[in-house]
């Protein structure tokens, strides 16, 4: 190029942000002032591309910023609710594990109790009818007991006769046969009489007469 670029050498510094943040090197913009064709093209497309950015630069920024803030919020949300979720669920599953054990425990309870009023009625039915069998059996025994009580003190009060009588025959005996010995021949029995206390029938018809039997 036969023009003199002055600026160049000095600003370096300058130069190097453009080559480094810009992509584009003086060389490139020479070439591209003096007509070449592959500079314009690339100047030309790096145009565009930096018109079409732009462009289109304020509502891409908006519209990222609200899809990278509604990004946020949904995994917030999400984590919020998730958390939650995990909390909550926890707290159900150990009420539903609660009422279950409750639920459970209350059906063990019943049964233990159905079962224990089941033994304990038929014991109490046991028990009635031990004691009613017994009560039945003193029952027979005192009226046994009675029983053959009032037929000894029958049996004695009976005998009474039976047993003077026998001391009246014993002693009846003795005297007549001392007088056989006095009187010899002329000894008559109807004048030694004897007292008559007992005899069966005299006294059944005692015992007819008074307890009819």
Do not use: C
Request: aromatic share 6%; charged share 30%.
């Amino acid at each position: 190029m036969k023009l003199k670029n002055q600026v160049t050498s000095k600003s370096r510094h300058l130069e190097r942000q453009l080559k480094t943040k810009f992509n584009a090197s003086t060389n490139l913009l020479v070439r591209a002032l003096t007509g070449d064709k592959s500079a314009l093209k690339l100047i030309g497309q790096m145009g565009n591309d930096g018109a079409k950015i732009s462009e289109f630069a304020p509502q891409v920024r908006e519209q990222m910023l609200a899809a990278i803030k509604g990004t946020e919020d949904l995994n917030v949300v999400l984590g919020d609710i998730y958390k939650q979720a995990g909390v909550s669920g926890e707290k159900i599953e150990r009420a539903v594990q609660s009422a279950i054990l409750a639920d459970t425990h209350l059906a063990n309870i019943l049964e233990e109790m159905k079962l224990d009023f089941a033994s304990s009625k038929e014991k109490e039915a046991l028990r009635h009818q031990q004691s009613t069998d017994h009560l039945l059996l003193k029952a027979w025994v005192d009226k046994h007991m009675m029983q053959v009580d009032g037929e000894y003190k029958m049996l004695q009060t009976e005998l009474q006769t039976d047993i003077r009588q026998q001391t009246i025959d014993l002693q009846h005996d003795r005297e007549l046969g001392k007088y056989y010995l006095v009187r010899g021949d002329n000894a008559r029995d109807d004048f030694k009489p004897k007292k008559q206390y007992a005899g069966r029938s005299i006294v059944q018809k005692i015992k007819d007469a008074l307890i009819g039997f």
